[in-house]
């Protein structure tokens, strides 16, 4: 057994010995396959709710020791629906004694030696690491409850990140067949109870069909009709769009499915599908190679906890790849960009519209920055590739943090960064709460010594895009 294994066995035992984690929680964690629950739901819930407390404050207590969390918005920046303020100023915590300077100065394994790489850099935990799952914030839940009837709430965990350092809600809806229109959300969330009033006229009939599918709940680990589940009423499922709002983000989040041993699994932040139609890989590791690979796959993945053994029992959702999977791509595919009036048609700034500060942010994107080597302007700020930012440079492999064995990231693909400014929170598990904080994550891991003029002017450039 590798040592990182041995610390994840140690870990679920502490956790056992405490009281920390229900006897049908999937453990131990060096597990290929969730076995089954071994208690009846009513004491798994009575465990559950009973330790949920302790939970919530354990992960409250991580993420103040690792940012700043208040509420600091940018003078008038919002998002693209002009309701959100956009949050100003680098949230992560250094440690005692350094500056951003001092720090970039030092070599990685320097940092590492001497444990200096702030917290807030390294993977963010999962609110409960050993069980996992699709957690959503109080909005998407609420708004789902009001229109559905559906219950997205979890009796074990809730969300655990504050509004301010979440997207709009409900975001504002862009068609690539329908730019002349803005947004055509109607300030609403699309649910299955109005998508149809609501885009009649607008989209096509196999458009609409994709857009039904992409909005009905099907089984999920969490929240299904089996005793496993993490909902007190036995539920329908998820939707797709529960998690990718109006086709963008509520910043729910759940462990991604391709990596074992379960206290390895990193918390995988939704994204947004805009812009979607530009991109040729799909999934933070598995690299799928289409959209409609990705939607067919996405029923055994993130629904399961890549489980498909699991799946079979909780009512397993086969989509045909004809009929129903083509449809759902073929809405995914129009959903557009926000609006961004200072970029040209090749994603350059205007020098009419942009101001001095902007157009230098842009220079310090496309050269010093080194950002523009994978988010390519003319490629929709992305490259369509993965790459490994190697990180474990400047960390001890193996320390735990709530139950998280850090390891390597290994190669992620590049998100694009169009419409970025409307996507908190950012890297693929959602570990940095600003721009800002992501200026500073670049400019030590790639080494690019940036002047704090430089900084400001790359966080001014990225709010254009």
């Given at each position: 057994?590798?040592?990182?294994?041995?610390t994840?066995?140690?870990?679920?035992?502490?956790?056992?010995?405490?009281g920390?984690?229900?006897?049908?929680?999937?453990?131990?964690?060096?597990?290929?396959?969730?076995?089954?629950?071994?208690?009846?739901?009513?004491?798994?819930?009575?465990?559950?709710?009973?330790?949920?407390?302790?939970?919530?404050?354990?992960?409250?207590k991580?993420?103040?020791?690792?940012?700043?969390?208040s509420?600091?918005?940018?003078?008038?920046?919002?998002?693209?629906?002009?309701?959100?303020?956009?949050?100003?100023?680098?949230?992560?915590?250094?440690?005692?004694g350094?500056?951003?300077?001092?720090?970039?100065?030092?070599?990685?394994?320097?940092?590492?030696?001497?444990?200096?790489?702030?917290?807030?850099?390294?993977?963010?935990?999962?609110?409960?690491?050993?069980?996992?799952?699709?957690?959503?914030?109080?909005?998407?839940?609420?708004?789902?409850?009001?229109?559905?009837?559906?219950?997205?709430?979890?009796?074990?965990?809730?969300?655990?990140?504050?509004?301010?350092?979440?997207?709009?809600?409900?975001?504002?809806?862009?068609?690539?067949?329908?730019?002349?229109?803005?947004?055509?959300?109607?300030?609403?969330?699309?649910?299955?109870?109005?998508?149809?009033?609501?885009?009649?006229?607008?989209?096509?009939?196999?458009?609409?069909?994709?857009?039904?599918?992409l909005?009905?709940?099907?089984?999920?680990?969490?929240?299904?009709?089996?005793?496993?589940?993490?909902?007190?009423?036995?539920?329908?499922?998820?939707?797709?769009?529960?998690?990718?709002?109006?086709?963008?983000?509520?910043?729910?989040?759940?462990?991604?499915?391709?990596?074992?041993?379960?206290?390895?699994?990193?918390?995988?932040?939704?994204?947004?599908?805009?812009?979607?139609?530009n991109q040729?890989i799909?999934?933070?590791?598995?690299?799928?190679?289409?959209?409609?690979?990705?939607?067919?796959?996405?029923?055994?993945?993130?629904?399961?906890?890549?489980?498909?053994?699991?799946?079979?029992?909780?009512?397993v959702?086969?989509?045909?790849?004809?009929?129903?999977?083509?449809?759902?791509?073929?809405?995914?595919?129009?959903?557009?960009?926000?609006?961004?009036p200072?970029?040209?048609?090749?994603?350059?700034?205007?020098?009419?519209?942009?101001?001095?500060?902007e157009?230098?942010g842009?220079?310090?994107?496309?050269?010093k920055?080194?950002?523009?080597?994978?988010?390519?302007?003319?490629?929709?700020?992305?490259?369509?590739?993965?790459?490994?930012?190697?990180?474990?440079?400047?960390?001890?492999v193996?320390?735990?943090?709530?139950?998280?064995?850090a390891?390597?990231?290994?190669?992620i693909?590049?998100?694009?960064?169009?419409?970025?400014?409307?996507?908190?929170?950012?890297?693929?598990?959602?570990?940095?709460?600003?721009l800002?904080?992501?200026?500073?994550?670049?400019?030590?891991?790639?080494?690019?010594?940036?002047?704090?003029?430089?900084?400001?002017?790359?966080?001014?450039?990225?709010?254009?895009?």
């Amino acid at each position: 057994m590798s040592p990182i294994a041995k610390t994840a066995l140690l870990t679920a035992a502490s956790l056992s010995a405490f009281g920390l984690v229900a006897a049908s929680d999937p453990l131990p964690p060096d597990l290929t396959y969730r076995p089954l629950p071994s208690m009846p739901l009513s004491a798994v819930r009575e465990a559950d709710e009973a330790q949920k407390p302790t939970v919530m404050e354990r992960q409250r207590k991580l993420l103040n020791d690792r940012y700043d969390l208040s509420d600091r918005p940018i003078p008038g920046v919002l998002m693209s629906g002009g309701r959100k303020p956009v949050q100003d100023g680098v949230r992560v915590k250094l440690p005692a004694g350094e500056t951003w300077d001092d720090l970039a100065a030092k070599s990685p394994q320097e940092i590492r030696d001497k444990d200096l790489l702030p917290k807030g850099f390294m993977p963010l935990p999962h609110v409960k690491q050993a069980t996992g799952g699709q957690v959503f914030p109080e909005e998407e839940i609420g708004e789902i409850g009001r229109d559905e009837g559906r219950d997205l709430r979890r009796f074990d965990v809730d969300f655990d990140l504050p509004d301010n350092l979440t997207p709009e809600f409900p975001p504002p809806i862009f068609l690539t067949t329908h730019p002349e229109l803005g947004d055509v959300s109607r300030g609403d969330l699309l649910t299955i109870r109005n998508f149809y009033e609501y885009m009649n006229g607008i989209v096509t009939p196999v458009q609409m069909e994709g857009l039904r599918l992409l909005l009905t709940p099907f089984p999920q680990e969490e929240f299904n009709q089996t005793e496993d589940r993490k909902v007190a009423q036995q539920s329908l499922g998820v939707a797709c769009l529960d998690c990718h709002s109006n086709f963008h983000t509520n910043a729910a989040f759940h462990q991604t499915p391709d990596v074992r041993p379960q206290a390895e699994r990193f918390r995988l932040d939704t994204v947004s599908l805009r812009g979607l139609f530009n991109q040729q890989i799909h999934g933070s590791k598995r690299s799928l190679r289409s959209v409609e690979d990705f939607t067919q796959f996405e029923q055994r993945t993130a629904y399961f906890n890549g489980d498909h053994v699991s799946a079979t029992r909780k009512g397993v959702n086969l989509p045909d790849r004809t009929n129903q999977v083509a449809m759902m791509a073929q809405m995914q595919n129009i959903i557009d960009f926000p609006p961004a009036p200072k970029l040209d048609p090749f994603n350059r700034l205007d020098p009419a519209k942009a101001s001095e500060q902007e157009l230098k942010g842009e220079q310090v994107f496309m050269g010093k920055g080194r950002c523009a080597e994978c988010h390519v302007p003319s490629l929709s700020f992305m490259d369509n590739n993965m790459h490994d930012l190697k990180l474990e440079r400047f960390y001890k492999v193996g320390q735990t943090s709530n139950d998280m064995v850090a390891i390597p990231d290994g190669p992620i693909k590049t998100f694009t960064l169009r419409g970025i400014k409307d996507s908190p929170p950012y890297l693929h598990d959602g570990r940095l709460m600003t721009l800002a904080d992501t200026v500073e994550f670049f400019n030590l891991v790639l080494g690019t010594k940036l002047g704090r003029d430089e900084k400001d002017a790359l966080v001014a450039y990225m709010l254009t895009l």
